[in-house]
């Protein structure tokens, strides 16, 4: 097992971004020295944990070197943003080498929002192609590696992003989640994700969905850094249908109804699992909290909806790719994952509007349990971190699938 830490005793230290951010305020350290730090730890890191999809160093230093800051609580803290969101300057590649990418023309309206809060970014982390997968294992571009083992998967799709943050590289990173690309990569990196509520946050135009199911959101080492960013962000964007998170800066008073869940559709927890599951239970009840087991709520019909939903973005992402990304589109370099996906679509096309229909019913399984829980606790993953290839999308369809 070998493990990759780029903390040190540079200007990055081993703080959080709210440390690193106070740190620059109090002329402790400056801007540049942070983002020069994050540079090098990526040098040093990116050989092994391979989470480096664009590289902006020479932007970043002259954006961090400036002589007037950039304004925003996180003012000069060296930062990360995933390879599927519009940055001015920068090329998208979404995890794939299918097509010759181009330069933006201007930021989209998730990376205005994020290097508004002062955070500089450094370039692009890497993701499992158009995010499909819950492991980055792209057969040219190579796998993402996990730092705390570098035989195990970081998790996808914001795989870079959790495995630069867990290494030390930045303290805190872009990630965003459709189904489960924040959580996933959280879980396996030991970080802090959250994905917040749908609208919370602004979505590219391109990232939008007949049925919204992704949010944008960010991979941190510390709670009060997601309190933080999430603080800071809304001041730039507020969703008025949503209630405020004001600033969050410690626990709440009241004593919470949690429903704990181990069981999936068609699947339970391992026992490893299911036991650290538990012992985070029985701590919660330590606590003063009250602790409910339940099964699983969600029909079984949930997961076959969901995948074909999974499957239809997929097909229209091949069948419109020279639309989208150019002439140069290969959808010969697309894995057997994104086509398999796109078959399955293709086939089905006639049950995709009433998949939708269900998809969007089945918010009333959380309002139901929320008359009765301010808490649903479940583990992540039904099984601990898999080893490289376990994923692999080169593999046939229905052997990823099963997986």
């Known amino acids: 097992m070998t493990r990759i830490s780029t903390f040190g005793d540079d200007a990055l230290g081993d703080l959080d971004a709210v440390g690193v951010a106070d740190a620059i305020r109090s002329g402790e350290v400056s801007a540049a020295e942070v983002v020069q730090a994050a540079i090098a730890r990526t040098e040093k890191a990116q050989p092994e944990l391979n989470g480096l999809a664009y590289e902006a160093f020479d932007q970043a230093v002259e954006k961090a070197s400036a002589p007037r800051s950039f304004g925003g609580f996180f003012d000069g803290v060296p930062t990360f943003i995933k390879d599927n969101v519009a940055v001015g300057g920068w090329p998208t590649k979404q995890g794939a080498d299918a097509w010759t990418p181009r330069p933006l023309a201007a930021d989209g309206e998730w990376a205005r929002l994020y290097l508004s809060t002062g955070l500089v970014a450094l370039g692009k982390t890497q993701l499992s192609e158009f995010g499909f997968s819950a492991s980055a294992e792209h057969p040219r571009l190579g796998p993402v590696r996990n730092p705390w083992d570098t035989m195990v998967t970081a998790g996808a799709s914001s795989s870079g992003s959790g495995a630069f943050v867990a290494a030390g590289v930045v303290p805190i990173a872009h990630a965003n989640d459709g189904g489960g690309s924040i959580r996933i990569p959280a879980s396996c990196n030991g970080l802090v994700g959250l994905k917040p509520t749908r609208g919370r946050l602004p979505l590219d135009r391109e990232t939008r969905m007949p049925l919204q199911i992704v949010a944008n959101g960010v991979l941190t ?110 959808r010969s370099k697309l894995d057997n994952l994104t086509l398999g ?42 099984e601990v971190t898999p080893p490289i290839g376990h994923l692999d999308p080169t593999a046939d369809f229905d052997q990823v699938m099963s997986r």
């Open 341 to 382: 996906l796109d078959a399955k679509a293709a086939r089905n096309l006639h049950r995709v509007p009433a998949a939708i229909a269900r998809l969007a019913a089945s918010r009333r399984i959380p309002a139901r349990l929320a008359r009765d829980y301010d808490v649903v606790l479940t583990p992540t993953l039904s």
């Open 221 to 330: 080492r510390s709670v009060r850094d997601t309190a933080a960013f999430y603080r800071e962000a809304e001041r730039v964007y507020r969703n008025p249908k949503l209630a405020p998170i004001g600033d969050v800066t410690a626990p709440g008073p009241r004593r919470l109804r949690i429903a704990v869940c181990t069981s999936s559709i068609g699947r339970e927890a391992s026992p490893e699992i299911r036991d650290l599951t538990m012992q985070t239970a029985a701590r919660l009840e330590e606590l003063g909290h009250r602790v409910t087991e339940i099964g699983n709520p969600a029909p079984e019909r949930f997961r076959d909806d969901f995948l074909l939903y999974w499957s239809f973005l997929a097909f229209a992402l091949v069948r419109g790719g020279k639309r989208t990304f150019g002439p140069s589109f290969d």
